[in-house]
Structures are given as C-alpha cells and as structure tokens.
C-alpha cells in the first residue's frame, strides 16, 4: 500500500521543516489485494537483555517494542514524515492535517474507518487523550512538543502549541496514537509495559519470548491486504552475528553499520541483496560532558577538534558509507550546501597538531613527558563510551582515542558497555565523551539544537535530559534556535542560523567526526517494493516509523 504524498514545502525551499499540507487529499485505499503470505524476519544487534521483559510501551524508547522496531508495526501516527526524497509527508491516522500561517496550531481530520486491534472503533477522542496524556506526563514528551490545548472542533482535533513547530512539525506528526479506551486506566504511562499491545497497525503480537518476537497480519487493517503474513523479530549480540545472518539468508531486513558492505553483504547474493544508506541532515558527534574535566574547557575541546582524522573516520570506522564529513560547522555535504553560513563557506577541517598544542599551552597546559598536563596540574585523562558490538561506533572512538593519544598525549580511554547501560549514561550525565548522533531534518537546526539548546537542561527530569546530553549551556545559543523555530521569514531563519554556526565552531559544545546516513539492508528474494536510492519514498530502517509504510508497500514476488 502506498498512501498519497503530499510535498512538504517551506519559504522558497522544500523543507522537511515546514509542512504545507493545507488542502491535502485522503489517502488511496491500499492496491493490495491478495491475502497475507509469506514472512520476513527483522534482527537488531542490541543482544538478548532486550527480550528479557515484553515491553509494548511505545514510549518507552529502550523497551523490547521500540528497541526492535516491533512497535511500530502496531502502533502508528497522524502522518509520516520523509528524511529523504522530496521531504513529503503522507497523512496515516489523519487523513488531513493543516497548520496555521505561523504554525502554533495544527488542524487534525482523523481518518474514518480504523479500528483498534481489538475491534474497538479509532476516534479523535483518541487522538486528543494521546497528546493531552503527553501534556500532563513530562516524561512522555520526550520532543518538547509544548502543547498548550487540545479539543474537538466538530469531526477536526485542533490542537494550539505555546511555540511555533516549525521545525517540528515531525515530531508532531509522528506522535504515537494510543487507545484512550485502554490507557485511561494506566497509572504511569511513562514506566508502564503494557503488556497488551493494542494498536491501529497492521499486526498484532501472536508470541514473544527471549528467543524473539513474531507477530501475525491482521484481516481487518484499515489500510487493506496486508503483503507479509508474519514477521519475525530476532535479537543478535553484536554486528558481526547479525551480519552472519543477512549473508545467509536468516534475516531478511536490519539497520546495521557493514564494514565493506559491497564484499561482505551485497556480493554474497547481487541478485537480492541490498544496501542503502539514505544521506539524511545529521552528523556523527563525538559528545563531550561540557560540565566536568577535561571537557569543560574551551581550550580543551578546540585542541581536540583540530587533531581528529575524519578522513580516517569516513574510511575506517564507516566504510565510506557515507561522504567525509568536512565542514567546519559540521553540516554534511553537499546535503547542506546551502545552509552554511557565507564566512564558513571556504571552512573544511584539517589536522593542525601545533596549532593544538598552541592553544593548549596558551591557556596554561603542559606536558610531563608525553602526557599532558592541565593547568591544575592533573594529568589529563578521559573515557569515550560507545555500545559494545556497535562496530562502527567503537571503532571511531578507537581511531579517536589514539589520535588524542598520540597528538596531544592525553590519557584517552576507550569503554563499551552494554546498549541499556550506555543510554542510561549518556542521559544521566554519567560519560566523559561518547560518539553519537544527531537528530535530522531539511535543514540544520536538528543539528545545533541537539547539541546547544539549554531547554532540554530545563527539562530535566529525574536527573536526565532528553537531548544535549553534552549539558552545554549558552543563553545565547538556546535564545537563537528559539529565534529560528519560531521566525515567520527565511531571512530571520538565515541570520539566527548564521550566528548558531559561529557559536559552534568557536565554542565547540559537540566535535562533528562524520556523516551519518540512515542505514538499511534487506533482501528481494520474497518481496519488492522496498525503498531505495531510486525511490527514496522513506528511509530503509526498520525501527523508523515509516517502517509500517515500507511493509505495507511490499508486493510478493511471483
């Protein structure tokens, strides 16, 4: 099934980050018509401590239902929003959804139709209890969506936001909808499993266990015939596990990084097999914790952003999956050409040992041997933390370790901790360092706002934040992204930009190392219609929430 897109336009750009759906169609009915058949199996490498407890939260993000991607095949939003292609939206639960002219208020028309997985009818007094659930629980508005008032207004929902979404209009479009009929009666719905997984999507839960997850078609999803009768959710303990499963055939679809994809992956059957990495708006940070040492220190973080080798990154660590990443203000070309600002145009990084070891030793470091010093007279010593098994992340912490290392002389050291430990950590503050993304959209802002917005820091909530993990704090930094979300014009857009980028690169709150498209490999032996660098209709992630859209535009092969 393939929904009706609508092109996402903004100003005189196409603009994942302003949505211009006023007038939109509803969607086709799905083309599909045969009955379900076949299966595909879905794997993540996060290992087996994630099926240990059935979590169907969908807003608890490490939860076995998000982790895996499961949720999303059950659960499902207004709309779906595209990274790639031409940045268009298809409306899903809504059948219509229009902004007003300085998106503070978003008009919803909920689609007709649509029933619960447990028969129960899909209405808009669903749609209102989810976002006023979201309103009145802090710790489930992880996207700081700052709803003011949600109601009814005949068959629409309009809900009025205290600050302009225009540069999130994603987040609430791809809001999770859950059934009032059941969640009204859930105490905490921020720590609560939800054993019953009762959702609009095309699926229902049929077993789980810690050997994994299957889940069977349902016969009266709103959107049609659905292609693939069962889906098989695996967990591996690390890349290399579930890369032994692609090569063989055992997973059928995963999100994993593939050293050498071309040999190790798309060789082993060109026919059918397939990689994708989707270029998308968002680099790889390496975050640092700007409220303890080493990396309180301006000096300190500049040193540091002058001796890394991102060339070295692109190569070793991502198997040039994606461009280098070469920019100074960190935004990846040529995705971002036109957003970088006129004085950083010229602006690629280079390693610069002595001019490090300037600024350094201008504000006060020094050496004792070869291990440097700070100007309290510690040795300077640090750890960068990513998930054991995330090949390509531990990796670039490795290349990292050792070029600081070698450079500068500081004692970088390298710790892999499980999936679960390492986001408790990077959310509590608990880390020195840690090689990370960025969130992503049309343009930079997702960039800046990740690493700069001291909003998040007000947000706090029982000792974690949902973003800037780094904790970087600068009034006038959170001030100018407020200024561009919210502007009304591309030149006031253009400016607040243009200042956040030189905030960045003289302060350097987050240490760009490289790109970070969104990865995807799957196979064609039982199914087509998949997405790609020639129909890039939506991403190929499997835990994306355009998931449920890729599944139900499969057709079966004949």
Known sequence: MRLKNHLIVGGAVIALSALA???????????????????????KPDGSAVLATQINNPFITTGSGMSLGYDRMIYEPLAMVNPVGKNETTPWLASKVEWNSDYTQLTVTPREDVKWNDGKPFTADDIVFTFTMIKNTPALDLAGLKLADIKKDGDNVVMTFSESKFVKQGDVLQTTIVPEHLWKDIKDPAKDPVKDAVGTGPYTVDSFSSQGVVLKARTDYWG????????KYLEYNDNTGLLRALQSGETDWAQIFITDYQTNYVDKDPEHNVFWGANILS???????????????VAFRKAVNMVIDRKAHAEKARSNAGPELTSVTGIPQPTGDQYIAPE???????IDVDGAKKILTDAGYTWDGDALVDPSGAKVSFTLQDPQGWNDY?????????????????????ATPDANTWFGNIASGNFDAALHWTGSGSNPWHI?????????????????????????????????????????????RTDALNKIQKIFVDDVPAIPIGTHPTLGEYNTRSFTGWPSEDDQYAT???????????????????
């Open 21 to 43: 759906l006023t007038g939109c169609s509803a969607p086709s009915s799905s083309s599909n018509t045969a009955a379900a058949s076949g299966s595909l199996t879905i794997a």
């Open 224 to 231: 049609g015939a659905v292609p693939v009768a069962t889906l």
């Open 283 to 297: 680099p790889d940070m390496i975050l640092v914790n700007t409220t303890k040492a080493p990396f309180d220190d």
């Open 344 to 350: 950083y145009q010229d602006e690629t990084f280079s």
């Open 394 to 414: 531990v990796t670039g912490i490795q290349l990292v370790a050792s070029q600081i290392k070698t450079a500068l002389g500081a004692d970088a050291k390298v």
């Open 448 to 492: 800046y706002d990740d690493t700069m917005n001291g909003a998040y820091l007000d947000q706090e909530s029982g000792g974690q934040v949902a973003d800037n993990f780094g904790r970087y704090d600068n009034p006038e930094a959170t001030k100018l992204l407020q200024q561009y979300a919210s502007a009304s014009d591309d030149a006031t």
């Open 540 to 558: 190929a992630d499997p835990t994306q929430p355009s998931a449920v859209q890729v599944l139900m535009s499969l057709k079966p092969v004949k």
